[in-house]
C-alpha cells in the first residue's frame, strides 16, 4: 500500500522559510514523477513543483521559481520542498503526490489529474 506522509508545515513571517517534507512507503520512486501541490479553500489545486526522479530534473510553477526548490535523498524515499522568501500569496494546504507512470520530462507539465496517490497535507501560514 502507497502512503506519502507530509511534515514540516507551520506558521511563518512573510520573508521566512520553511521546509516540507514527504515520506513515501510502499512505492518505488525509481522513474517517476513526484509533485508538490498546495490549495487554499474555493480555489482549484495549483502545481508548486515536480520532479522526473529517473532525471533529477525539477520543474517548478513561475510563481515560485527561485524560491522553493524540490530535492530527493539518496533513497529516494523522501522529498522534500524548501520554501524560502515566503510571500502572503503562499499560503495554503501542501500535498505530496506521486504517479504510478514515468512521464519523462512532460513531468513538468503534469496536472493533479495525472497523479495517483496523494498525501494528507500539510499547512502553510504565512503572516505579513
Known amino acids: 500500500q502507497v502512503q506519502l506522509v507530509e511534515s514540516g508545515g507551520g506558521s511563518v513571517q512573510a520573508g521566512g522559510s520553511l521546509r516540507l517534507s514527504c515520506a513515501a512507503s510502499g512505492y518505488s520512486a525509481s522513474r517517476r514523477c513526484m509533485g508538490w501541490f498546495r490549495q487554499v479553500p474555493g480555489k482549484e489545486r495549483e502545481g508548486v513543483g515536480r520532479?522526473?526522479?529517473?532525471?533529477?530534473?525539477?520543474y517548478y510553477a513561475d510563481s515560485v521559481k527561485g524560491r522553493f526548490t524540490i530535492s530527493q535523498d539518496n533513497s529516494k524515499a523522501i522529498f522534500d520542498l524548501q520554501m524560502k522568501s515566503l510571500q502572503p500569496e503562499d499560503p495554503g494546504m501542501y500535498y505530496c503526490a506521486a504517479a504510478r507512470a514515468y512521464f519523462g520530462s512532460w513531468c513538468g507539465a503534469s496536472t493533479p489529474e495525472d497523479f495517483d496517490f496523494w498525501g494528507q497535507g500539510t499547512q502553510v501560514t504565512v503572516s505579513s
Open positions: 520532479m522526473d526522479t529517473s532525471s533529477g530534473i525539477a
